[in-house]
Protein backbone atom coordinates (compact mmCIF):
# COMPACT_ATOMS: atom_id res chain seq x y z
CA UNK A 1 0.00 0.00 0.00
CA UNK A 2 1.68 3.11 -0.62
CA UNK A 3 1.83 5.54 1.80
CA UNK A 4 2.74 9.65 0.98
CA UNK A 5 2.09 13.01 2.90
CA UNK A 6 -1.15 14.74 1.68
CA UNK A 7 -0.53 17.78 0.24
CA UNK A 8 -2.32 19.87 3.34
CA UNK A 9 0.49 18.13 5.30
CA UNK A 10 3.31 19.50 2.81
CA UNK A 11 1.77 22.84 2.31
CA UNK A 12 1.91 22.74 6.51
CA UNK A 13 5.83 22.11 6.31
CA UNK A 14 6.77 24.88 3.91
CA UNK A 15 4.60 27.29 5.65
CA UNK A 16 5.93 26.41 9.69
CA UNK A 17 9.45 26.66 7.57
CA UNK A 18 9.23 30.04 6.32
CA UNK A 19 7.30 31.16 9.34
CA UNK A 20 10.78 30.52 11.08
CA UNK A 21 12.84 32.74 8.76
CA UNK A 22 9.79 35.17 8.16
CA UNK A 23 8.59 35.95 12.03
CA UNK A 24 5.43 38.37 10.26
CA UNK A 25 4.48 35.91 8.21
CA UNK A 26 1.32 33.38 9.48
CA UNK A 27 1.79 29.88 8.85
CA UNK A 28 -1.24 28.50 6.95
CA UNK A 29 -2.92 32.10 6.81
CA UNK A 30 -5.28 30.48 3.56
CA UNK A 31 -6.19 34.07 2.66
CA UNK A 32 -2.42 35.28 1.45
CA UNK A 33 -0.85 34.87 -1.79
CA UNK A 34 2.03 33.15 0.20
CA UNK A 35 -0.01 30.03 1.48
CA UNK A 36 -1.36 29.57 -2.51
CA UNK A 37 2.26 29.68 -4.14
CA UNK A 38 2.98 27.01 -1.10
CA UNK A 39 -0.26 24.63 -2.06
CA UNK A 40 0.63 24.19 -5.74
CA UNK A 41 4.47 23.27 -4.78
CA UNK A 42 3.02 21.01 -2.42
CA UNK A 43 0.99 19.41 -5.04
CA UNK A 44 3.81 19.35 -7.40
CA UNK A 45 5.84 17.56 -5.00
CA UNK A 46 3.49 15.32 -3.46
CA UNK A 47 3.76 14.16 -7.35
CA UNK A 48 7.03 13.31 -6.56
CA UNK A 49 6.45 11.39 -3.26
CA UNK A 50 3.35 9.35 -5.59
CA UNK A 51 6.02 9.00 -8.06
CA UNK A 52 8.76 7.30 -5.90
CA UNK A 53 6.59 4.91 -3.87
CA UNK A 54 5.52 3.73 -7.34
CA UNK A 55 8.72 3.14 -8.31
CA UNK A 56 9.37 1.11 -5.22
CA UNK A 57 6.00 -0.55 -5.29
CA UNK A 58 6.99 -1.82 -8.75
CA UNK A 59 10.66 -3.26 -7.67
CA UNK A 60 10.51 -4.03 -4.50
CA UNK A 61 9.37 -7.70 -3.31
CA UNK A 62 8.47 -7.06 -0.15
CA UNK A 63 6.23 -4.05 -1.53
CA UNK A 64 4.70 -5.19 -5.08
CA UNK A 65 1.39 -7.46 -5.21
CA UNK A 66 -0.16 -9.50 -7.17
CA UNK A 67 0.69 -10.12 -11.20
CA UNK A 68 4.00 -7.95 -10.69
CA UNK A 69 4.88 -9.51 -7.81
CA UNK A 70 4.98 -12.77 -9.50
CA UNK A 71 7.13 -11.11 -12.26
CA UNK A 72 9.73 -9.99 -9.70
CA UNK A 73 10.11 -13.34 -8.59
CA UNK A 74 9.82 -15.78 -11.26
CA UNK A 75 13.31 -15.36 -11.56
CA UNK A 76 13.65 -17.75 -8.78
CA UNK A 77 10.32 -19.20 -8.95
CA UNK A 78 9.70 -20.11 -12.84
CA UNK A 79 6.08 -21.47 -12.42
CA UNK A 80 4.65 -18.39 -10.27
CA UNK A 81 2.08 -18.23 -8.10
CA UNK A 82 0.20 -21.14 -7.03
CA UNK A 83 -2.82 -22.24 -7.95
CA UNK A 84 -5.67 -23.27 -5.76
CA UNK A 85 -6.90 -26.71 -6.00
CA UNK A 86 -11.20 -27.25 -7.33
CA UNK A 87 -12.86 -28.47 -5.28
CA UNK A 88 -14.53 -32.36 -5.55
CA UNK A 89 -16.78 -34.85 -5.09
CA UNK A 90 -19.99 -36.59 -6.22
CA UNK A 91 -23.43 -36.12 -7.39
CA UNK A 92 -25.96 -38.74 -8.07
CA UNK A 93 -28.85 -38.35 -11.39
CA UNK A 94 -32.39 -39.77 -10.26
CA UNK A 95 -34.43 -40.69 -12.89
CA UNK A 96 -38.60 -39.91 -13.01
CA UNK A 97 -38.80 -43.97 -12.81
CA UNK A 98 -36.25 -47.08 -13.76
CA UNK A 99 -35.41 -46.26 -17.80
CA UNK A 100 -36.70 -49.08 -19.98
CA UNK A 101 -33.38 -47.96 -21.89
CA UNK A 102 -29.83 -46.36 -20.91
CA UNK A 103 -30.07 -42.93 -20.67
CA UNK A 104 -26.38 -41.04 -21.37
CA UNK A 105 -25.16 -38.15 -18.76
CA UNK A 106 -22.65 -36.88 -20.86
CA UNK A 107 -19.15 -35.77 -19.69
CA UNK A 108 -19.13 -31.93 -18.50
CA UNK A 109 -22.61 -31.94 -17.71
CA UNK A 110 -23.12 -28.87 -15.45
CA UNK A 111 -24.96 -28.53 -12.11
CA UNK A 112 -24.97 -25.97 -9.66
CA UNK A 113 -25.66 -24.78 -6.10
CA UNK A 114 -26.73 -21.80 -4.72
CA UNK A 115 -25.78 -21.33 -1.13
CA UNK A 116 -27.44 -19.83 1.60
CA UNK A 117 -28.38 -16.23 1.59
CA UNK A 118 -26.98 -15.79 -1.94
CA UNK A 119 -28.37 -16.05 -5.60
CA UNK A 120 -24.99 -16.67 -6.99
CA UNK A 121 -24.90 -19.70 -8.38
CA UNK A 122 -21.47 -22.42 -7.60
CA UNK A 123 -21.28 -24.16 -10.81
CA UNK A 124 -19.81 -27.70 -11.46
CA UNK A 125 -19.66 -30.29 -14.20
CA UNK A 126 -19.01 -33.85 -14.30
CA UNK A 127 -15.64 -35.17 -15.02
CA UNK A 128 -16.48 -38.69 -16.95
CA UNK A 129 -19.56 -39.78 -18.93
CA UNK A 130 -21.67 -41.67 -16.87
CA UNK A 131 -24.67 -44.42 -18.21
CA UNK A 132 -28.07 -45.21 -16.00
CA UNK A 133 -28.79 -48.52 -17.25
CA UNK A 134 -32.16 -50.56 -17.98
CA UNK A 135 -34.10 -50.86 -14.47
CA UNK A 136 -31.44 -48.88 -12.82
CA UNK A 137 -32.51 -46.21 -10.35
CA UNK A 138 -29.65 -44.14 -9.81
CA UNK A 139 -26.39 -43.18 -11.12
CA UNK A 140 -22.95 -41.19 -9.26
CA UNK A 141 -20.86 -39.31 -10.95
CA UNK A 142 -17.41 -36.99 -9.87
CA UNK A 143 -17.53 -33.77 -10.12
CA UNK A 144 -15.40 -31.01 -10.15
CA UNK A 145 -15.81 -27.00 -9.57
CA UNK A 146 -15.20 -24.79 -12.64
CA UNK A 147 -13.91 -22.04 -10.14
CA UNK A 148 -10.95 -22.86 -8.10
CA UNK A 149 -11.13 -22.21 -4.43
CA UNK A 150 -12.62 -22.11 -0.78
CA UNK A 151 -15.74 -21.19 -2.18
CA UNK A 152 -17.04 -23.83 -4.09
CA UNK A 153 -16.85 -26.18 -1.25
CA UNK A 154 -20.35 -27.07 -0.03
CA UNK A 155 -22.61 -28.96 2.24
CA UNK A 156 -23.92 -31.82 1.13
CA UNK A 157 -27.61 -32.11 -0.32
CA UNK A 158 -26.66 -28.31 -1.34
CA UNK A 159 -26.33 -29.16 -5.46
CA UNK A 160 -29.93 -30.26 -6.44
CA UNK A 161 -30.07 -28.91 -9.93
CA UNK A 162 -28.57 -29.23 -13.74
CA UNK A 163 -28.09 -26.73 -16.57
CA UNK A 164 -30.19 -27.70 -19.34
CA UNK A 165 -32.37 -31.29 -19.73
CA UNK A 166 -31.21 -34.85 -20.28
CA UNK A 167 -34.19 -37.10 -21.07
CA UNK A 168 -35.27 -38.96 -17.90
CA UNK A 169 -33.45 -37.79 -15.51
CA UNK A 170 -35.77 -35.78 -12.98
CA UNK A 171 -33.29 -34.35 -10.36
CA UNK A 172 -29.39 -34.58 -9.08
CA UNK A 173 -28.19 -34.42 -5.54
CA UNK A 174 -24.89 -34.22 -3.94
CA UNK A 175 -25.02 -36.67 -0.82
CA UNK A 176 -21.82 -35.78 0.84
CA UNK A 177 -20.24 -32.24 0.65
CA UNK A 178 -17.87 -31.18 -1.74
CA UNK A 179 -14.74 -30.51 -0.66
CA UNK A 180 -10.89 -29.63 -1.42
CA UNK A 181 -11.09 -25.98 -2.53
CA UNK A 182 -8.40 -24.31 -1.64
CA UNK A 183 -7.53 -20.58 -2.86
CA UNK A 184 -4.71 -19.63 -4.75
CA UNK A 185 -1.37 -18.65 -3.05
CA UNK A 186 -1.37 -15.10 -1.58
CA UNK A 187 1.36 -12.31 -2.06
CA UNK A 188 2.13 -13.00 1.52
CA UNK A 189 2.93 -16.82 0.88
CA UNK A 190 4.47 -16.18 -2.66
CA UNK A 191 6.87 -13.94 -0.58
CA UNK A 192 7.56 -16.50 1.66
CA UNK A 193 8.21 -18.88 -1.46
CA UNK A 194 10.89 -16.38 -2.74
CA UNK A 195 12.70 -16.28 0.85
CA UNK A 196 12.97 -19.58 0.75
CA UNK A 197 14.29 -20.14 -2.77
CA UNK A 198 16.86 -17.09 -2.29
CA UNK A 199 17.20 -15.48 0.71
CA UNK A 200 17.29 -18.33 3.56
CA UNK A 201 21.21 -18.95 3.64
CA UNK A 202 21.78 -22.55 2.53
CA UNK A 203 19.49 -25.95 3.46
CA UNK A 204 20.94 -26.77 6.55
CA UNK A 205 18.67 -24.69 8.70
CA UNK A 206 15.72 -25.13 10.91
CA UNK A 207 13.42 -23.06 8.61
CA UNK A 208 14.87 -24.60 5.69
CA UNK A 209 14.23 -28.16 6.94
CA UNK A 210 10.72 -27.80 8.52
CA UNK A 211 9.63 -26.59 5.42
CA UNK A 212 11.05 -29.65 3.32
CA UNK A 213 9.58 -31.76 5.85
CA UNK A 214 6.51 -29.89 5.71
CA UNK A 215 6.14 -30.49 1.98
CA UNK A 216 6.03 -34.06 2.54
CA UNK A 217 3.10 -36.06 1.80
CA UNK A 218 1.20 -37.00 5.12
CA UNK A 219 3.12 -34.87 7.16
CA UNK A 220 0.85 -32.07 8.68
CA UNK A 221 3.10 -30.77 11.50
CA UNK A 222 6.80 -30.44 12.18
CA UNK A 223 8.49 -29.03 15.63
CA UNK A 224 12.33 -29.04 15.76
CA UNK A 225 13.63 -29.05 19.44
CA UNK A 226 17.43 -28.04 19.72
CA UNK A 227 18.91 -30.09 22.18
CA UNK A 228 22.43 -28.95 22.26
CA UNK A 229 25.82 -30.42 21.41
CA UNK A 230 24.63 -31.28 17.24
CA UNK A 231 21.49 -32.90 18.35
CA UNK A 232 18.41 -31.84 17.37
CA UNK A 233 15.14 -33.97 18.21
CA UNK A 234 12.37 -33.99 15.40
CA UNK A 235 8.91 -34.69 15.77
CA UNK A 236 6.74 -35.35 13.01
CA UNK A 237 2.74 -35.71 12.87
CA UNK A 238 3.07 -38.18 9.67
CA UNK A 239 0.12 -40.08 9.43
CA UNK A 240 1.63 -42.98 8.12
CA UNK A 241 2.54 -43.89 11.27
CA UNK A 242 5.46 -45.96 13.24
CA UNK A 243 4.88 -49.73 11.59
CA UNK A 244 7.50 -48.84 8.71
CA UNK A 245 10.16 -46.33 8.52
CA UNK A 246 9.12 -43.66 6.35
CA UNK A 247 11.90 -43.30 3.39
CA UNK A 248 10.73 -39.70 2.51
CA UNK A 249 11.29 -38.37 6.03
CA UNK A 250 14.72 -40.04 6.55
CA UNK A 251 15.91 -38.89 2.85
CA UNK A 252 14.91 -35.46 3.44
CA UNK A 253 16.49 -35.72 6.76
CA UNK A 254 19.42 -36.96 4.84
CA UNK A 255 19.55 -33.45 2.50
CA UNK A 256 18.61 -31.01 4.75
CA UNK A 257 20.56 -31.82 8.38
CA UNK A 258 24.18 -30.00 7.92
CA UNK A 259 27.33 -32.04 9.07
CA UNK A 260 27.86 -33.15 12.30
CA UNK A 261 24.33 -32.53 13.13
CA UNK A 262 22.24 -35.47 14.41
CA UNK A 263 18.35 -36.13 14.41
CA UNK A 264 18.49 -38.20 17.83
CA UNK A 265 15.26 -39.48 18.21
CA UNK A 266 14.19 -39.56 22.08
CA UNK A 267 16.34 -39.49 24.67
CA UNK A 268 15.48 -42.56 26.88
CA UNK A 269 18.63 -43.69 28.97
CA UNK A 270 22.48 -43.08 29.72
CA UNK A 271 25.17 -45.78 30.29
CA UNK A 272 28.34 -45.15 31.72
CA UNK A 273 30.47 -47.67 32.90
CA UNK A 274 27.68 -49.94 35.17
CA UNK A 275 26.19 -46.05 36.17
CA UNK A 276 22.66 -46.18 34.32
CA UNK A 277 20.61 -43.30 34.50
CA UNK A 278 17.13 -43.69 32.89
CA UNK A 279 15.09 -40.99 31.49
CA UNK A 280 11.44 -39.40 32.23
CA UNK A 281 11.17 -39.21 28.63
CA UNK A 282 8.53 -40.92 26.91
CA UNK A 283 7.82 -40.76 22.97
CA UNK A 284 5.08 -41.87 21.06
CA UNK A 285 6.53 -44.97 19.62
CA UNK A 286 9.40 -46.57 17.94
CA UNK A 287 12.61 -48.71 17.45
CA UNK A 288 15.43 -48.94 20.13
CA UNK A 289 18.92 -47.09 19.36
CA UNK A 290 22.00 -47.10 21.13
CA UNK A 291 24.42 -44.54 20.41
CA UNK A 292 28.20 -45.03 22.11
CA UNK A 293 29.30 -41.62 23.25
CA UNK A 294 33.02 -43.22 23.60
CA UNK A 295 34.79 -45.15 20.68
CA UNK A 296 33.55 -48.61 21.18
CA UNK A 297 36.99 -51.03 21.13
CA UNK A 298 35.57 -54.45 21.48
CA UNK A 299 32.25 -55.60 20.67
CA UNK A 300 29.66 -55.26 23.18
CA UNK A 301 26.52 -56.70 24.58
CA UNK A 302 23.59 -56.06 26.76
CA UNK A 303 19.96 -55.91 27.48
CA UNK A 304 17.08 -53.55 28.74
CA UNK A 305 13.63 -53.45 29.20
CA UNK A 306 11.18 -51.52 27.56
CA UNK A 307 7.56 -50.43 27.89
CA UNK A 308 5.65 -51.67 24.43
CA UNK A 309 2.61 -50.00 22.79
CA UNK A 310 0.36 -51.99 25.08
CA UNK A 311 1.90 -50.56 28.41
CA UNK A 312 3.93 -54.26 28.78
CA UNK A 313 7.68 -54.58 29.83
CA UNK A 314 10.33 -55.87 26.59
CA UNK A 315 13.33 -57.18 26.66
CA UNK A 316 16.02 -55.65 23.74
CA UNK A 317 19.28 -57.02 23.32
CA UNK A 318 22.16 -55.25 21.69
CA UNK A 319 25.46 -55.95 20.00
CA UNK A 320 27.88 -53.20 19.83
CA UNK A 321 30.46 -54.44 16.84
CA UNK A 322 33.85 -54.05 17.73
CA UNK A 323 35.68 -50.36 16.34
CA UNK A 324 32.36 -48.92 16.41
CA UNK A 325 32.80 -45.27 16.22
CA UNK A 326 31.30 -42.32 18.98
CA UNK A 327 28.39 -41.20 17.13
CA UNK A 328 27.16 -44.37 15.36
CA UNK A 329 23.76 -45.10 16.28
CA UNK A 330 23.41 -49.41 16.68
CA UNK A 331 19.74 -50.65 16.32
CA UNK A 332 18.57 -53.26 19.01
CA UNK A 333 16.92 -56.13 18.52
CA UNK A 334 13.15 -55.95 19.69
CA UNK A 335 10.94 -58.70 21.46
CA UNK A 336 9.60 -58.63 17.43
CA UNK A 337 10.00 -57.01 14.54
CA UNK A 338 6.64 -55.32 15.13
CA UNK A 339 7.21 -53.87 18.77
CA UNK A 340 7.72 -50.22 18.89
CA UNK A 341 9.04 -48.96 22.77
CA UNK A 342 7.41 -45.99 24.42
CA UNK A 343 9.74 -45.76 27.04
CA UNK A 344 13.07 -47.36 28.16
CA UNK A 345 12.11 -48.94 31.93
CA UNK A 346 15.65 -50.10 32.71
CA UNK A 347 19.47 -51.38 31.11
CA UNK A 348 21.87 -53.95 31.98
CA UNK A 349 25.04 -52.67 31.23
CA UNK A 350 27.99 -54.70 30.59
CA UNK A 351 29.76 -52.18 32.56
CA UNK A 352 32.33 -51.30 29.48
CA UNK A 353 31.32 -48.60 28.07
CA UNK A 354 29.04 -45.45 27.31
CA UNK A 355 25.80 -45.28 25.34
CA UNK A 356 23.05 -42.98 24.91
CA UNK A 357 19.98 -45.33 24.80
CA UNK A 358 17.64 -43.55 22.21
CA UNK A 359 13.76 -44.36 20.82
CA UNK A 360 12.78 -43.07 17.15
CA UNK A 361 11.75 -44.28 13.34
CA UNK A 362 14.80 -43.77 11.13
CA UNK A 363 18.26 -44.69 9.91
CA UNK A 364 22.10 -44.13 11.62
CA UNK A 365 21.85 -40.23 13.02
CA UNK A 366 18.41 -39.56 11.59
CA UNK A 367 15.52 -40.66 13.90
CA UNK A 368 12.28 -38.82 13.83
CA UNK A 369 9.27 -39.54 16.23
CA UNK A 370 5.64 -38.49 16.66
CA UNK A 371 4.16 -36.69 18.45
CA UNK A 372 2.31 -38.37 21.69
CA UNK A 373 -1.14 -37.74 21.97
CA UNK A 374 -3.00 -36.82 24.73
CA UNK A 375 -6.59 -37.48 24.68
CA UNK A 376 -8.73 -34.84 26.29
CA UNK A 377 -12.28 -34.82 26.88
CA UNK A 378 -14.89 -32.03 27.77
CA UNK A 379 -18.04 -32.92 29.29
CA UNK A 380 -20.10 -29.49 29.86
CA UNK A 381 -23.54 -28.74 30.48
CA UNK A 382 -25.82 -25.21 29.38
CA UNK A 383 -28.90 -23.26 29.87
CA UNK A 384 -30.34 -22.46 26.31
CA UNK A 385 -32.67 -19.55 25.52
CA UNK A 386 -36.09 -20.71 24.33
CA UNK A 387 -35.20 -20.10 20.78
CA UNK A 388 -31.92 -21.98 20.05
CA UNK A 389 -30.76 -23.04 16.69
CA UNK A 390 -31.34 -26.12 15.18
CA UNK A 391 -28.52 -29.00 16.01
CA UNK A 392 -26.90 -26.77 19.27
CA UNK A 393 -25.54 -29.18 21.16
CA UNK A 394 -23.67 -31.32 18.05
CA UNK A 395 -22.88 -27.83 16.74
CA UNK A 396 -20.97 -26.79 20.12
CA UNK A 397 -19.20 -30.36 20.49
CA UNK A 398 -18.05 -30.10 17.26
CA UNK A 399 -16.21 -26.75 17.16
CA UNK A 400 -14.58 -27.82 20.67
CA UNK A 401 -13.62 -30.76 18.75
CA UNK A 402 -12.40 -29.00 16.04
CA UNK A 403 -10.71 -26.62 18.26
CA UNK A 404 -8.54 -29.21 20.34
CA UNK A 405 -7.45 -31.29 16.81
CA UNK A 406 -6.04 -27.76 15.62
CA UNK A 407 -3.63 -27.45 18.47
CA UNK A 408 -0.15 -27.65 17.57
CA UNK A 409 2.63 -29.96 18.51
CA UNK A 410 3.43 -28.59 22.42
CA UNK A 411 0.70 -26.26 23.01
CA UNK A 412 -1.21 -25.77 26.14
CA UNK A 413 -4.88 -25.91 26.43
CA UNK A 414 -6.73 -22.98 27.75
CA UNK A 415 -9.62 -23.46 30.07
CA UNK A 416 -10.97 -20.27 28.87
CA UNK A 417 -10.26 -21.03 24.95
CA UNK A 418 -12.61 -23.83 25.46
CA UNK A 419 -15.20 -21.51 26.89
CA UNK A 420 -14.89 -18.92 23.43
CA UNK A 421 -15.37 -21.92 21.32
CA UNK A 422 -18.60 -22.87 23.73
CA UNK A 423 -20.41 -19.59 22.65
CA UNK A 424 -18.66 -18.61 18.96
CA UNK A 425 -18.02 -21.59 15.81
CA UNK A 426 -14.29 -22.53 15.45
CA UNK A 427 -13.70 -21.38 11.87
CA UNK A 428 -9.95 -21.70 11.07
CA UNK A 429 -10.27 -18.86 8.69
CA UNK A 430 -11.26 -16.23 10.24
CA UNK A 431 -9.31 -13.67 12.82
CA UNK A 432 -8.25 -15.53 15.55
CA UNK A 433 -10.47 -18.29 15.00
CA UNK A 434 -13.90 -17.09 16.20
CA UNK A 435 -16.39 -17.95 14.08
CA UNK A 436 -20.02 -16.89 13.90
CA UNK A 437 -21.78 -17.24 17.44
CA UNK A 438 -24.11 -19.44 18.32
CA UNK A 439 -27.85 -18.87 18.72
CA UNK A 440 -29.40 -20.23 22.24
CA UNK A 441 -26.74 -20.42 24.65
CA UNK A 442 -28.34 -18.37 27.70
CA UNK A 443 -24.86 -19.62 30.18
CA UNK A 444 -22.84 -22.57 31.05
CA UNK A 445 -23.70 -24.50 32.97
CA UNK A 446 -20.57 -26.56 33.86
CA UNK A 447 -17.32 -27.49 32.19
CA UNK A 448 -15.30 -30.08 33.07
CA UNK A 449 -11.84 -30.48 30.77
CA UNK A 450 -9.83 -33.52 31.63
CA UNK A 451 -6.91 -35.84 30.39
CA UNK A 452 -6.04 -39.21 31.99
CA UNK A 453 -4.35 -37.68 34.88
CA UNK A 454 -4.90 -33.77 35.00
CA UNK A 455 -8.69 -32.18 35.46
CA UNK A 456 -9.19 -28.01 35.10
CA UNK A 457 -13.01 -26.59 36.30
CA UNK A 458 -12.01 -22.91 36.57
CA UNK A 459 -10.91 -19.87 34.23
CA UNK A 460 -7.25 -19.30 34.33
CA UNK A 461 -6.48 -22.87 34.57
CA UNK A 462 -4.80 -24.54 31.63
CA UNK A 463 -3.08 -27.99 30.51
CA UNK A 464 0.44 -28.58 29.66
CA UNK A 465 1.96 -30.75 27.93
CA UNK A 466 5.52 -32.23 27.33
CA UNK A 467 7.49 -30.26 24.15
CA UNK A 468 6.82 -33.56 22.04
CA UNK A 469 3.09 -34.19 22.72
CA UNK A 470 -0.06 -32.76 21.35
CA UNK A 471 -3.50 -32.86 22.73
CA UNK A 472 -6.28 -34.47 20.63
CA UNK A 473 -9.87 -34.61 20.95
CA UNK A 474 -11.28 -37.52 23.55
CA UNK A 475 -14.84 -37.51 24.34
CA UNK A 476 -16.71 -34.49 23.97
CA UNK A 477 -20.33 -34.19 25.33
CA UNK A 478 -22.35 -31.15 25.74
CA UNK A 479 -25.96 -31.77 27.37
CA UNK A 480 -28.54 -29.52 28.76
CA UNK A 481 -28.99 -29.10 32.41
CA UNK A 482 -31.52 -30.25 34.10
CA UNK A 483 -32.59 -32.47 31.12
Sequence with gaps: ??????????????????????????????LTLHYLTNRTWAAQLQECYKLNEEVLEYLDVMRASGERLVELVRHALPAGRLEGDHATGY??????YPP??????????????IPELSTEKLWYRTTVEATLGIGETEVTVAIVAEERGLDS????????????????????????????GTEDETDAELRQRYFDAVIAPGKATP??????????????????????????????????????VCDDITDCLEENLGGGVQARGCYGASVSGSTVIVSVNDAYGGEIWVRPTV?????????????DMDGAPQTANITIPAGTHRGEHIKATMASAESRAKKILSVT?????AYDILIGMGINGRLYNLPELISVDVALQIYQTDTPEADLLASIETSITNFIDSLRIGERLEYSDVQRFIFNEFDPTAEDNIGRPFIGI????????????????????????EEDGRFEPGTIEATLAGA
Design 1 to 30: MMSYPTVEEITQWIEDDQALELPDQISMDK
Design 91 to 96: VTFLPD
Design 100 to 113: TAAITIPAGTRVYA
Design 153 to 180: NTGAMTIRQLEGFISGIAEVENRLAITG
Design 207 to 244: IMLERALLDLEDVREVKLINRGFGDVEVVVDYTGGIDE
Design 295 to 307: HTGDEDTFSLTYL
Design 349 to 353: PSGNN
Design 442 to 465: DEIASLVISTSTDTITTVGDRLTI
